[in-house]
């Protein structure tokens, strides 16, 4: 091969992780050869995690869909035959155009984090669906939760550079498995441990991540919430606070001292299911160690209470003036600080110009409930993009039973054959990131990224953005916006008066791959305050959440299912069971491809001895863990990993892929959070069983 036939591409990683990885991808004879991490973007630094490490057999797959198919069986038997682009756009065009005719918001698009870019994820898309008129989707299933509750103290998703953390001396890793879904920030956790930090865990499974730090402490699932309390409780009674930070930074403390003064480490301990001292002592700890840092993860907000955890945790890093130091603080998201101007990627004026009746807004988090209930209008017609919700949607009986309902015309746009697939009318094939122009953000850094294409699309393979672009034309939209090129769109991702955008213009990102957002290094946010809240301060005390009707001050949310919150329930499931990540799979991609399935071996459920032994299971058996919800099969692992009471089973497997055509989702509620309408995946009682 000569040198002239060979380059090297710029690219990013595009999968929901945190780390948002530069890429490098080698190019020879116009097949992509090598893929690495890029060596000079500091976050990245040279590595990529196993999964994307092997991305060349995911593009190259021998599964990948090639061309245009429509379904000839039964909906959910996966059986089609091919036709061409023209034959597919006509027929989506034509369904679309007659459901249209009556009311637009009876067709629904469905689209999550399958590609995290701004071009191919948020742009195009939305600005087809709202000339359309269509139903909008609240976009929940991961991150609402925590989002809503993060902004109501904080502001906006906003928080600690994540590179500082290697001074603080004190680092709570709470509700995540940075080992797994966040493997670049762990490395930054890793050299402050060299330094001398102290690396406590709190999850209510000994994963990855807490095997490896100082302390674990496993609290009952959906009950972080009152562990932060009371260690607030004991921070104000113990007198571990900063005041002068408080006095001048914060809103409401006076409020928030008198509340949480019936909140402590001993009216915990019960819901928690951890001893008061060690609760007492973690806060004890914390307040007296400068810097400290905080670093959360979703797996909080997947309960009844997940906004108010966040909030709750959210206060805690104001009250010891944590702030005050680069590498202290707290963080859930850097996604707030990138100056994203959504209103040019989404174009929501589209839908006010043509449109007189007022848009509906749709859950994803409830899309089987959707599906199958009689609103006005009923969902007649169905998009999905970037998702796989019969995988990966909650209470998924309900899920699959919508789907297969025969009067849904369902289109399915995706690399592979996905459960979600097997339900589709037309099936269309997708590229994948090494097919298509994208930019980034990061909601794990500062660095935004810029992605361009490698290879030309594998077979008939076209990007979510020319879809669109062609669909609209077929249904006779005129409007520019409609029919501007990708690079067109890249140019509009940051709002580039922003000072925070400077070095972001498409010049800059395409020739050297990545920039870092224009922010001061070291980088302390609310050293001196200047929170992006409607005061300008830490709220303990929020208004705008007394103004919507909720508690404007920190409180106990408890979760739906559990003994204390539900005895009835408990009595008939008395375990209860939480979905984290696969280490192999990132939520349900991967799932397919050889190499990782053999790596998971099957959907497997960890269970403490003492549970199993009062069952009579032993390891290696077949187990079915069941509620009113439904069913699905695993694997018992029985480990001291997990505590008594709890069952973990890592996720999320395809269904058709799991040996019995169920999931853990078979079990999971279809109950939102206490605000921004999220997902309680992890809100779940269940019983278990030799199958």
Known sequence: MSNAASKVVRAACPHDCPDTCAMEVTVEGGRATKIRGADDLPFTNGALCTKVAHYLERVYSDQRLLHPMKRVGRKG??????????????????????IAA?????????????????????????????RLGASLLDRTICASAGAAGWKATMGA??????????????????????????????????????????????????SQTAEKCDVHLAPWPGTDGALALAMMQVLIADGLIDRDYVAAHTVGFDALAERVKAFTPEWAAPLTGLPADAIRSLAREYGSTQPAAIRLNYGLNRCAGG???????????????????????????????FPVDQQALERPDLYTAHHARPPRTI??????????????????????????PVAVAPNGTRVREGFAREDLFCV??????????????????????????????????????????????????KPNSEVFRLLAARLGFTDAALCESDDDIAAQAFRRRDNRAFGLDPETLRAKGWARLNLPRPFAPFAKGDFPTPSGKCEFYSESLAQRGFDPLPCWVPPHESPVSNPALAARYPLAMISPPARNFLNSSFANLPRFREQEGGPKLELHPDDAARRGITAGERLRIFNDRGAFHAQAVVTERVRPGVVVCPSVWWRKL????????????????????????????VEVAKA
């Open 658 to 685: 799991s040996g019995d055509g169920e999931n853990a989702n078979a079990v999971t509620s279809p109950a939102l959070t206490d605000i921004g309408g999220g997902p309680t995946f992890y809100d779940c009682l």
């Open 363 to 388: 859950n994803m988090a409830t899309i089987g409930d959707a599906l199958l209930t009689a609103d006005e209008p009923p969902i007649r017609a169905l998009y999905v993009y970037n998702s796989n």
């Open 102 to 130: 009556d009311d637009p918001r009876a067709i629904l698009p469905y689209s999550y984090a399958g590609t995290m870019g701004l071009v191919q994820g948020e742009s195009m898309d939305r600005r087809f669906f709202h």
């Open 412 to 461: 399915v746009h995706e690399l592979f054959q996905t459960d979600t697939a097997d339900y589709a009318d037309i099936l269309l094939p997708a590229t994948s990131q090494l097919e298509h122009r994208d930019v980034h953000k990061a909601y794990g850094h500062l660095y935004a990224l810029t992605n361009e294409p490698a290879i030309a699309p594998l077979g008939e393979a």
């Open 307 to 337: 906004a108010t955890v966040m909030r709750n945790i959210a206060c805690l890093p104001a009250l010891t003036g944590a702030w005050r130091h680069p590498a202290g603080g707290a963080l859930l998201s850097t996604s707030g600080n």
């Open 77 to 98: 038997e996966g059986r089609f035959e091919r036709i061409s682009w023209d034959e597919a756009l006509g027929t989506i065009a034509e369904k679309f155009a007659a």
């Open 157 to 206: 998703s906003v928080g600690m550079d994540p590179e500082a953390i290697v001074d603080a001396k004190l680092i709570l890793i709470w509700g995540g498995n940075p080992v797994v879904s966040n493997l670049h920030g762990w490395r930054y956790i890793q050299e402050a441990r060299r330094r001398g930090a102290k690396l406590v865990c709190i999850d209510p499974w000994r």
